[in-house]
């Protein structure tokens, strides 16, 4: 049987700050798979080196990096590690199935149902919507000889942002916007309304996400640093859980 692959997309601050750790620990907790494979796609390391305007072989990221997260105007990604994701099918050499995820997530639902029960059919990814592209299950293969799917090298230089990637699969019938919502639960919305989630994504800086990684972004001063305090209490619980386990 084929092992579990997963690609995080993530940055040297979501690291430092844990939550690359916490992330990884609630997926393996979480499951009685035994052989997952976790790929971290971090800006800065060999292959994701990242830049303003792609010199010298880096990802065109289209905005000042050095703080870690910036909003600004124009032609931006979103994050440091925005459209990594789109570079997963050739990882894989176009071959077999592959998960996606950004590392601000904690995954409370089990990874091998992600895994088996929610491939894509007829297209190459699958996501929860066509906006939300943070958590995908991709078939790699579907993207094999597709003429109009960009190279990495391509990738690289484009300063293309995600929007235009999910546009381009959704005009090639490539995209099924068809995941169950609870995969991809922003900031903890459904379970403020007493639903059972499987994965939170704490998306929004600088309020939502408690672990607070990035020196550039002025945080709320209150416990749990989170504007949602029921989802930011259950992060530094897991974090608690993490700590303990990486410590035995």
């Known amino acids: 049987m084929d092992p579990i692959r997963i690609f995080v997309g993530t940055d040297p601050w ?6 690359e750790q916490v992330l990884e620990h609630s997926i ?6 035994q052989d997952i494979e976790i790929t971290y796609m971090r800006s800065g390391d060999p292959g994701w080196e990242i830049s303003e305007t792609g010199e010298g072989d880096t990802w065109a990221v289209g905005a000042a ?5 910036v909003k600004a105007p124009g032609r931006n990604w979103g994050t440091p590690f925005s459209c990594f994701r789109f570079a997963v099918p050739e990882l894989c050499n176009f071959e077999g199935h592959a998960i996606y995820m950004d ?9 091998a ?3 088996n029960d929610y491939r894509p059919g007829d297209a190459g990814y699958r996501s929860v919507s066509l906006a939300r592209t943070d958590v995908s299950v991709i078939d790699c293969g579907w993207f094999k000889d597709r003429k109009w799917w960009p190279q990495i090298d391509e990738m690289k230089s484009t300063r293309a942002r995600v929007f235009e990637y999910t546009q381009m699969m959704r005009f090639k019938d490539a995209i099924e916007p068809t995941l169950p919502p609870t995969w991809n639960d922003c900031d903890g919305e ?12 704490y998306t929004t800086v600088p309020d939502g996400q408690p672990w607070r990684p990035y020196d550039n972004v002025k945080y709320p001063d209150d416990w749990p640093y989170c504007r949602n305090g029921q989802a930011g209490k259950l992060w530094w619980e897991w974090h608690g859980k993490t700590m303990e386990a990486m410590a035995q």
């Open 14 to 19: 979501q690291r430092d700050s844990e939550a």
């Open 28 to 33: 393996r907790a979480n499951t009685d798979a």
């Open 65 to 69: 990096t050095a703080g870690g997260w």
């Open 103 to 111: 590392s601000d997530m904690l995954v409370l639902g089990d990874i």
């Open 113 to 115: 149902k992600l895994w």
């Open 190 to 201: 459904l379970l403020s309304m007493g639903k059972d989630v499987d994965l939170i994504h």
